[in-house]
């Protein structure tokens, strides 16, 4: 039998739980797809009786793998989820909070006074509705940017909060990431971490506490919110959630964190000087850091791992979702590896531009309001082509996140990377040549889990995170100078298209 931990990556196309050993390579693993609905109106969601449905089953997959021993459990989540109940809530239980004096609560694991263990709606972070509301609020998140590090977006829970209040959300209930409902049903303690914390929007991480100025201005009362506990404190395995899930009751349950720090811990660890990009639903680009960094223009994030660990970067809202459009709409292949293909058997064309803002945008320009457009298109032109515009358009928007994000962080020597599109060696070559730096496979390449499964590591033995592991790396990759160079171009021409078809 191997020990091993167990993360549980709660992700925006489905759930992956794996068991990671001391070495934190996966021993097993277990998946599962959960449906995102969208609609015409920007909504975006999932149903979270779905989402914890697909997470026991993944969990008992992995807990029950020969040769696995279950040391502990943890999990991780997408920015600024925000779950919705499906009935009104009472909001956690003092008990259910407990942790802020250090104490350990109640019996966990059978719901409690926190909110309904039925069902309820993940309003996911490519949620659009709140775009109306969150410009409503725009003077206070503007002004609230450098306590919080988090640009004025809809993306952001003040956003989902006015809007979800106006469409009828109780304000007694209690307001909860997916990633933390897991938690509370797993352990009956309404707790989140500083990363999941920090990317509500909400947090005001110079303080270390929930931003008063903003709670006020939502009528958000404190007991509302969950405890902001370390990233690496844990709480027992609830009886009924030990049941559910085929492993022993009282299991440590780490807290964990959010999937963007926890894949740049996990693909360059606690070291400065190397960037992590993400190639997967959208594209992510992020920097280590020993302190906080603030933006004067506004265009990225700073999210904290632990008071003297931040992780400053952007994320898109376009990436690998535009590729799935592609190849659903456009028939540029059978298949999406069908579709890259093809749009790599043709040279990229400079006047044929793709704006790629299908979802709107998040960094670095956060304007959910923006729409996608294909400009330049002529008869001689063919369904290869367009997809060859389509894979330029989204690397031109890693040149522009890349760019903000160096701007704070100061330039990489190195950029690690990760997501399901890096086994495709010519998208891997394109990024390689958008952000204009050599770039890397970390080993383990399971960046987002491999970096969970640290911190959960680090809660079992008690040590420092930093003393756990330190990632290596596998293939790496040069830029190309004049492949740079075109993308840059091509990059300040959907810039320009930008302002000119949708001005600021």
């Given amino acids: 039998m191997r020990d091993c931990v167990v993360s549980v990556d709660i992700g925006s196309g489905g759930v992956r739980a794996r068991a990671h050993d001391r070495a934190l390579r996966t021993v097993a693993e277990a998946g599962l797809e959960v449906a995102t609905r969208v609609g015409a109106d920007g909504a975006s969601t999932q149903d979270l009786t779905e989402v914890v449905a697909a997470v026991d089953a993944a969990v008992r997959r992995v807990a029950a793998a020969p040769g696995v021993r279950v040391r502990a459990l943890a999990a991780s989540g ?44 993940v309003v996911l972070w490519s949620d659009t509705r709140a775009h109306r509301a969150g410009l409503q609020l725009t003077p206070e998140l503007v002004d609230a940017y450098r306590r919080t590090v988090c640009p004025p977006d809809a993306s952001y829970w003040p ?64 007991e509302m919110l969950p405890a902001v506990r370390a990233a690496t404190d844990q709480a027992p395995l609830g009886a009924g959630a030990a049941d559910r ?26 070291e400065s000087g190397i960037a992590s990009c993400t190639i997967g639903t959208s594209i992510a680009y992020r920097a ?24 400053a970067g952007g994320a898109g809202s376009n990436g690998g979702n535009v590729l799935t459009w592609l190849q659903g709409t456009w028939a540029a292949g059978s298949s999406l590896a069908g579709t890259l293909a093809a749009g790599f058997s043709v040279p990229a064309d400079p006047e044929l531009v793709f704006v790629p803002y299908l979802h709107g945008e998040r960094a670095p320009v956060w304007r959910s309001d923006l729409r996608a457009a294909l400009v330049g298109l002529a008869a001689h032109h063919g369904p290869a082509d367009v997809a060859r ?23 990489a020597g190195e950029v690690r990377l990760s997501g399901g599109f890096v086994q495709e060696p010519r998208w891997v070559q394109l990024l390689t040549d958008a952000v204009g730096r050599r770039t890397a496979l970390p080993d383990p390449a399971t960046a987002t889990s491999t970096g969970l499964a640290l911190l959960a590591w680090a809660a079992v033995e008690d040590i420092p995170p930093d003393q756990v592991f330190q990632p290596t790396t596998g293939e790496s990759w040069e830029p190309d100078p004049r492949a740079h160079a075109a993308l840059r171009a091509t990059a300040a021409r959907v810039a320009g298209f930008r302002e000119l078809l949708w001005p600021s």
């Fill in 78 to 121: 997408t920015a600024s989820s925000l779950v919705l109940p499906a009935r009104s809530g009472t909001g956690p239980a003092p008990e259910e909070r407990a942790g802020t004096d250090g104490t350990d609560g109640t019996d966990a694991g059978d719901g409690g006074a926190g909110g309904s263990d039925g069902g309820g709606t």
């Fill in 159 to 222: 956003a989902k909060i006015r809007w979800a209040r106006d469409a009828g959300l109780p304000r007694a209930a209690a307001l909860l990431g997916v990633k933390d409902e897991v938690f509370r049903r797993w352990t009956g303690r309404c707790w989140t971490d500083p990363m999941t914390a920090a990317a509500t929007g909400l947090f005001d991480s110079e303080r270390w506490e929930w931003d008063a100025a903003l709670t006020d201005r939502l009528q958000v009362d404190a």
């Fill in 245 to 270: 899930l085929g492993l022993p009751g009282g299991l440590p349950v780490v807290l964990g964190g959010m999937d963007g720090p926890l894949t740049q811990i996990g693909a360059a660890g606690f």
């Fill in 288 to 311: 280590g850091l020993g302190h906080r960094a603030v933006d004067p223009s506004r265009r990225v994030w700073c999210y904290p791992v632990t008071p003297d660990r931040w992780v």
């Fill in 389 to 411: 515009a389509t894979l330029t358009g989204v690397a031109a928007a890693a040149v522009e996140l890349a760019d903000a994000v160096t701007a704070v962080a100061g330039p």
